[in-house]
């Protein structure tokens, strides 16, 4: 008889690159706020999870909304609209 045991194997965690990541790609924007009738300098801000819209003059977050919230975007010239799961579309101007 034999007590000898075998050596586990060691279960590593998958690498995921994007999850290590801290940070966003942005671009200042001007975004088309409807409902004041009015147009805002923001920088737009997209990290792996989060799409955020920062006004530029007080820093402070104007809009917000989970990455996998968006069902996708429309396009024209230098403009571009969100559409997210509730069907509300958010309008962006990119500044060159």
Known sequence: M?????K?????????????QRGAISWQVVLDDSGQAALVDC????STDT???IEERTREIVFVMPCKAILGWSTQT????????????????LLY
């Open 8 to 20: 586990k194997e060691r279960v590593r965690p998958r690498f995921l690159p994007d999850a290590l």
């Open 51 to 53: 799409l955020v819209l």
């Open 2 to 6: 034999s007590f000898s045991s075998k």
């Open 43 to 46: 920088y737009l801000g997209i």
């Open 78 to 93: 230098n403009r571009y609209e969100v559409i997210d799961l509730q069907n509300s579309e958010t309008a962006v101007q």
